[in-house]
């Protein structure tokens, strides 16, 4: 192939830009004076929790007010501070807007791991749906928070909406959809692999058919398409936050290396999950961050992980009922 069919080829598929902008990334976001300490601070969280067989839920139990309030907002902000100090930038984090911005951050994070407001009539509902009705609220209720409070961000900051024009990437209309396809359709025999891992097996699929449908008296494909619905919306949200609200909020004073602190909380909300998935979510949030912030779009991160997510479920169903 002669050099005009290569440049042509990637351009079709979408993956010059692609290379752009990790180029672009790598060229204005990394240092090693940043990076170093954060790859060790970030590797010997992991280390602590899959390998030196510590109980998280021991911390939780004994100290449940540091725990909730540090779990989350001691990597955002240590990233946060580190990577303005690898780049002498400090100064720009010592304003009362970035105590707001990481405090309505902080925020969300909390309250959607601790904060559960469906549990008061949730408590109350029949065995029977009781594991339905609580997967699906849990969906609705962490995606509720994941939209509003960048929603009323959005609303009362005139810079945010100056500066993440199409509500954080979400209505933007600059997509290209085909190398987010491409990269969706070669996960598809890392998922299949997976898929017959018992790590994998005992967490997916979300939900399984149980006593809801026999207690409404409905087929099974009703309550696991509100669920995968709701699941699906988890995801969109999810995006909308991380890539989004974090990568573009933060982005105005830390420019690409917002990147970095929204890996960090990324990781630690893999933390409930196998260690490979923790470890995927460290280098996953930093590509579709980057993605995300240079082409001003939270879709690409959308179609990826969303795509993911639906094909886990989809395989794990099958290894259940057909394999």
């Known amino acids: 192939m002669n050099g005009n069919g290569a440049k042509n080829l990637n351009t079709y598929f979408g993956f010059l830009n692609l290379y752009r902008y990790l180029i672009s990334f790598f060229h204005e976001a990394f240092n090693l004076r940043f990076f170093l300490p954060w790859i060790i601070l970030l590797s010997s969280a992991i280390w602590w929790r899959y390998k030196s067989g510590v109980n998280l839920e021991f911390w939780w139990a004994s100290y449940p007010l540091l725990f909730r309030a540090s779990f989350y907002t001691l990597p955002f902000v240590l990233t946060c501070f580190l990577y303005a100090w690898s780049t002498k930038t400090i100064s720009r984090l010592m304003r009362w807007d ?19 407001l469906y549990k008061g009539w949730w408590a109350t509902a029949p065995k029977p749906v009781f594991v339905w009705l609580s997967k699906t609220s849990y969906n609705v209720h962490v995606s509720f928070f994941f939209f509003a409070i960048p929603l009323i961000y959005y609303l009362v900051s005139r810079s945010i909406r100056t500066n993440a ?14 190398p987010y396809l491409v990269l969706l359709i070669i996960s598809v ?19 399984l058919p149980s006593t809801a449908e026999s207690y409404w008296s409905i087929s099974p494909w009703i309550t696991v398409l509100v669920y995968q619905l709701s699941y699906a919306l988890q995801f969109l949200t999810l995006e ?6 974090m990568v ?24 409930t999950k196998p260690m490979p998935e923790a470890l995927g979510a460290v280098f996953g949030g930093v590509l579709l961050g980057i993605i995300a912030y240079h082409s001003r779009s939270i879709w690409g991160g959308v179609l990826v992980h969303l795509g993911i997510a639906i094909l886990m479920e989809i395989f794990a169903y099958l290894a259940i009922f057909v394999w």
Do not use: T
């Open 98 to 116: 970035f105590l707001l911005l990481s405090c309505s951050i902080c925020f969300v994070l909390w309250a959607n791991q601790y904060w559960l």
């Open 165 to 178: 024009k199409g509500f954080y990437g979400l209505l933007s209309k600059r997509f290209d959809f085909r």
């Open 189 to 207: 025999p890392f998922i299949f692999w997976a898929s017959f891992k018992p790590e994998f097996q005992k967490l997916y699929p979300r939900y």
């Open 240 to 245: 909308l936050f991380y890539r989004g609200f």
């Open 248 to 271: 573009f909020s933060v982005g105005r004073y830390l420019k690409q290396g917002a990147v970095w602190p929204m890996v960090s909380v990324y990781c630690f909300l893999h933390f």
